[in-house]
């Protein structure tokens, strides 16, 4: 167990629509990132979030999009969902430190999300 | 741009036997590698990693990775694989938390475990 919980574990949307999924971070972690994989693909990384702030991004629309808490708690929110947004969505903690960088990232199990 | 190549989409090996699953990176700058294993519906499992010192790098469960520069290469070794090995074996290039970059993940080799 890596302490990352993501809910839900599973999801299925109607092209078009809106979807939130979220990740409750390890304690102590002051980072989180969300990866998308696709079937039969690794993950690819979407975003991160450090402090409460978008700290880099992968090569996703702007729908794709995310928040995260004081907490450390994060969500990502996709609009306008597409059949090819089905994928599993990881989402990694991690505890960055100041001069000395981000230790190593921490995943949950994921959301599995379906368009139809 | 950083990549990773991981030419072995699958690989079958009999329980007892070695194992090596074989990892090509690009990177620009002194890359972090690493070696994640998936077992079906969980999340990533960190097996090890290598940013410098010693090329041979061990790691939990037995498996062990080597880093060669001059080849671009990362391969993850294990000398005798048991059932529970069986498993989507992910290669992974980029910072040590991921950065602004995040990791870059080649596409997995799925191995299977023979009995």
């Known amino acids: 167990e890596t302490g990352v919980t993501q809910s839900p574990t599973h999801l299925i949307k109607t092209r078009g629509q809106q979807v939130t999924l979220r990740c409750s971070s390890q304690s102590g972690h002051n980072t989180v990132s969300w990866y998308q994989q696709a079937l039969g693909q690794g993950p690819q990384f979407i975003f991160q979030y450090y402090r409460e702030e978008e700290n880099g991004r992968g090569n996703f629309p702007p729908r794709f999009s995310g928040l995260q808490f004081p907490n450390y708690s994060s969500e990502l929110n996709v609009n306008a969902l597409e059949l090819d947004d089905s994928a599993l969505y990881l989402c990694a903690s991690s505890l960055r430190l100041a001069g000395t960088g981000t230790e190593k990232l921490f995943f949950g199990s994921g959301t599995q999300l379906s368009v139809l | 741009a950083q990549s990773v190549t991981q030419p072995d989409i699958h690989i079958t090996v009999s329980e007892g036997a070695s194992l090596e699953l074989r990892c090509n990176y690009s990177?620009?700058?002194?890359?972090?590698l690493f070696w994640y294993v998936q077992s079906p519906g969980q999340g990533l499992q960190l097996l090890l990693k290598y940013f410098s010192g010693d090329t041979l790098v061990q790691g939990i469960k037995g498996f062990e990775a080597e880093f060669k520069r001059s080849q671009s290469s990362f391969n993850l070794r294990k000398p005798s694989v048991h059932w529970s090995d069986a498993a989507e074996y992910f290669c992974?290039?980029?910072?040590?938390?991921?950065?602004?970059?995040?990791?870059?993940f080649g596409k997995g080799t799925h191995l299977i475990i023979q009995p």
């Open positions: 992974a290039v980029g910072a040590e938390g991921g950065g602004a970059d995040g990791l870059t």
């Open positions: 990177y620009g700058a002194t890359p972090y």
